[in-house]
């Protein structure tokens, strides 16, 4: 897989895919640009070399046709101020308009196009729209690691139509990351698994437990493996039809000598929205009219004496209802003993990292990746259709 120090980007017209979905408040600003910031390495190096770079994005859901509210010209603007250079907006993605526009960039000039799924043929992968975007330019580069697990057209289509094509920045340190944490790490492994349902990450568990050697799991995910092992869970979140699942991964971490850790104590109350009956229990005692919706301190502690003696932990998904005090509690003690360790600390997950950066240490943990589906993916060891097409180039 190339990247961009490996191509001569001079005088070259660049199509550079970038993942510019971000949040937005109710008055129309940005609220979370990490996902910007994150590529204006790659960005600033193409423009630098002189090139004529070509962005290219989705946001949001348009269900395949032009949405006013899902226009990239908000993006464009706030990428503009960052840069301190006019970033125009394509009128498309593709067409006439958007090849002249295109080809009349100078070297060092930008354009951002439109939003790339307002046209359907984009998630279809459709090879002729694959075509079209691919004729604005002679070097694709990929920089969008959220969606690499996607065989899009701007993603994998694309690839078929340049010969030359190579990863951007924050791509290759996904990647970088993501195989010092998991395929090649310093050990002792821990890895952390939070979330709800065990169901939407069977495979992940099941990967989990060639590579890790502790796994820490809580969130609701966890009341399934402890109704499993005969504990009360009130009315807990519980996936019923998994427990057996549940028990043979827990027989199957013990032959592989993976140690599982369970909560020990959780935070319960009758609801979510409820804060006036929280209590701390032991997990033997879970009333029968409560939800289990953190992770206890004894619990906390117990995970921190696993983590204290590893060199590297993967984190992926909350320990709690983390949006909702005081449910955060677990999620946040994670977080700040992680940016403790003397290890390499990979976050992985949209949960996961918005938890890191709501308990402020985002920048004291390792890497925090931008990828949600994707990392999560990548850690049941799916090859990514989007990092396979950038490998495949050209061959």
């Not at 799924?117 to 604005?136: C, I, T």
């Not at 920089?143 to 996607?150: L, N």
């Not at 449910?327 to 949209?350: I, K, R, W």
Request: glycine share 8%; charged share 25%.
């Amino acid at each position: 897989m190339k990247t961009l120090d490996d191509v001569d980007l001079k005088g070259k017209r660049v199509f550079m895919r970038v993942d510019f979905n971000v949040p937005f408040d109710k008055d129309g600003r940005i609220t979370d640009d990490l996902r910007i910031r994150a590529v204006l390495p790659s960005i600033r190096k193409v423009l630098d070399s002189g090139a004529k770079l070509v962005l290219a994005s989705h946001l949001g859901r348009p269900k395949g046709k032009p949405a006013p509210e899902f226009s990239l010209k908000p993006v464009a603007d706030y990428l503009s101020n960052l840069l301190s250079l006019p970033v125009p907006l394509a009128p498309d993605c593709i067409g006439p308009e958007v090849e002249k526009v295109a080809s009349s960039l100078p070297e060092g000039g930008i354009l951002m196009l439109e939003n790339l799924r307002f046209h359907p043929e984009e998630e279809k992968n459709d090879s002729e729209f694959s075509s079209k975007l691919a004729s604005l330019s002679d070097v694709y580069v990929n920089d969008a690691f959220a969606v690499s697990h996607r065989a899009h057209a701007s993603v994998e289509g694309i690839t078929h139509f340049i010969s030359l094509c190579a990863a951007g920045y924050q791509l290759q340190k996904e990647v970088e990351y993501f195989h010092k944490g998991l395929e090649n790490p310093q050990r002792p492994l821990a890895v952390i698994i939070g979330g709800a349902k065990i169901s939407t990450k069977i495979a992940l568990l099941e990967h989990l437990l060639e590579k890790a050697d502790f796994l820490l799991i809580g969130g609701a995910m966890a009341n399934t493996f402890l109704k499993a092992q005969g504990k009360p869970v009130g009315k807990s979140l519980v996936e019923d039809d998994y427990l057996g699942t549940a028990a043979k991964l827990i027989e199957a971490a013990n032959k592989r000598g993976v140690k599982i850790f369970l909560p020990v104590d959780v935070v319960v109350s009758v609801s979510a929205d409820s804060c006036g009956d929280v209590r701390q229990v032991s997990i033997d005692k879970v009333p029968d009219d409560t939800q289990i919706l953190d992770i206890g301190s004894q619990t906390i502690q117990v995970f921190e004496s696993v983590l204290k003696n590893c060199k590297t932990v993967v984190w992926n998904g909350p320990m709690g209802v983390f949006e909702k005090p005081p449910f955060y509690m677990g999620t946040f003690a994670v977080a700040e003993f992680l940016a403790t360790l003397d290890a390499l600390t990979v976050v992985g997950g949209g949960d996961s990292a918005a938890a890191v950066k709501k308990a402020g240490m985002e920048d004291k943990v390792s890497y925090v990746s931008t990828g949600g589906g994707a990392f999560l993916e990548m850690m049941e060891g799916i090859k990514l259709p989007g990092i396979v097409a950038l490998e495949n180039c050209g061959k």
